[in-house]
């Protein structure tokens, strides 16, 4: 199975700092159609996960686009420009090029 | 619009098979795919698997022996059943389309 390694696993931020959460898989995520189905998603407290990114950087609709995703292969890589305070959960990156899919371990953004 | 609901027993006994139903409203199911996902209290997020579109699934390696994941498109409904319950499956089941759209979730609690 292939394994997401998430790091930070905690990031403490203040209001307006930009920060990077890492993503690295065991084993290259790029599918043999050519996509990489690395996707980011956010949970805040006591919601269900949203997804922000897909396909490593394609921004889901609605979400602002202080957030970007960037990366090949095996590294991954989420940046939020400029955190504002609705940013804050916790973060996780998950494949679904290779079955089983799985998920990372998490980073939680807190405010500093 | 497109909605998610996960409906089931909140308690149920060790050994015993769970039993969950996601009804789905504003997607298709023979077009995309829906995973079912748990996380434990206080923990992070695990895929347990997904069905296509096609009506083929894939599992999780470590629930492979007791899941099944099922659909009847004419209800608009993908089940999941597990078997053989453990405390350690005590979580709140969530059920996504497409990664994209996401069920509030249902906790359920495996005790005596």
């Known amino acids: 199975d292939v394994v997401l390694t998430q790091t930070p696993p905690t990031l403490s931020a203040t209001i307006g700092q930009s920060v990077s959460i890492s993503c690295r898989s065991s084993?290259?995520?790029?599918?043999?159609?050519?996509?990489?189905?690395l996707n980011w998603l956010l949970q805040r407290p006591g919601q269900p996960p949203q997804l922000l990114i897909y396909?490593?950087?394609r921004l889901e609709s609605g979400v602002p686009n202080r957030f970007s995703g960037s990366g090949s292969g095996t590294d991954f890589t989420l940046k939020i420009s400029g955190v504002e305070a609705e940013d804050l959960g916790v973060y996780y990156c998950?494949?679904?090029?290779?079955?089983?899919?799985?998920f990372g371990g998490g980073t939680k953004l807190e405010l500093k | 619009q497109v909605q998610l609901k996960e409906s089931g027993p909140g308690l149920v006994k060790p050994s015993e098979t769970l039993s969950l139903t996601c009804t789905v409203s504003?997607?298709?199911?023979?077009?995309?795919?829906v995973s079912w996902v748990r996380q434990p209290p206080g923990k992070g997020l695990e895929w347990m698997g997904v069905?296509?579109?096609?009506?083929?699934?894939a599992y999780n390696s470590a629930l492979k022996s007791r899941l099944s994941i099922s659909r009847d498109t004419s209800k608009s409904q993908v089940f999941l059943k597990m078997s053989s319950l453990k405390t350690e499956d005590t979580a709140t089941y969530y059920c996504?389309?497409?990664?994209?759209?996401w069920g509030q979730g249902v906790m359920v609690t495996v005790s005596s």
């Open positions: 396909l490593v950087s």
């Open positions: 084993q290259s995520l790029l599918h043999s159609n050519g996509n990489t189905y």
């Open positions: 069905i296509w579109g096609d009506g083929s699934t």
């Open positions: 504003g997607f298709s199911l023979t077009s995309y795919h």
């Open positions: 998950v494949q679904s090029t290779h079955a089983p899919w799985t």
């Open positions: 996504a389309g497409i990664l994209r759209y």
